[in-house]
C-alpha cells in the first residue's frame, strides 16, 4: 500500500490543523492506521491509532484530549484532527499501516508497522 500524509503547515499555538493520509494499492481496510511523529533530533514517537473498522482508538498522553483519529474507509483515508495545539506539536508527522487479520489490532509500535507515509510537517508557533 502506499500512503500519501497531507495538511501539514503552519499554526498558531491554539490553533487547529487536520492531516489527512490517502492510501492506495492495497485493500485499505485491512490495515489499522497510525500516526507518529519526529520532532528534530528525538525519535519517531506513536501519537494515535485507530483499527481497522474504527471500534477501537488509542492515544499517547500527551495528545488525549486534543487530537481525535478518524478513518472513512469508503475513501480510503484516514484523519488527525488537531486542536489546542502546542509548541510541543511541532513535528514531522507520519502515517503508518499495519496489515492485520483481526479487528482489534492497532498501529501503536513502531516495530510493527508495514507501510510508512511520507511525512507531513506541521509547525506550531508561540
Known amino acids: 500500500v502506499q500512503l500519501q500524509a497531507s495538511g501539514g503547515g503552519l499554526v498558531q499555538a491554539g490553533g487547529s490543523l487536520r492531516l489527512s493520509c490517502a492510501a492506495s494499492?492495497?485493500?485499505?481496510?485491512?490495515?489499522?492506521m497510525g500516526w507518529f511523529r519526529q520532532a528534530p533530533g528525538k525519535e519517531r514517537e506513536f501519537v494515535a491509532t485507530?483499527?481497522?473498522?474504527?471500534?477501537?482508538?488509542d492515544y499517547t498522553d500527551s495528545v488525549k484530549g486534543r487530537f481525535t483519529i478518524s478513518r472513512d474507509n469508503a475513501k480510503n483515508t484516514v484523519y488527525l484532527q488537531m486542536s489546542s495545539v502546542k509548541p510541543e506539536d511541532t513535528a514531522v508527522y507520519y502515517c503508518?499501516?499495519?496489515?492485520?487479520?483481526?479487528?482489534?489490532?492497532?498501529?501503536?509500535?513502531?516495530?510493527?508497522?508495514?507501510?510508512w507515509g511520507q511525512g507531513t510537517l506541521v509547525t506550531v508557533s508561540s
Open positions: 503508518a499501516a499495519r496489515l492485520s487479520p483481526s479487528l482489534r489490532v492497532v498501529a501503536r509500535s513502531r516495530d510493527y508497522v508495514d507501510y
Open positions: 494499492g492495497s485493500s485499505f481496510s485491512s490495515f489499522a
Open positions: 485507530i483499527s481497522r473498522t474504527s471500534m477501537i482508538t
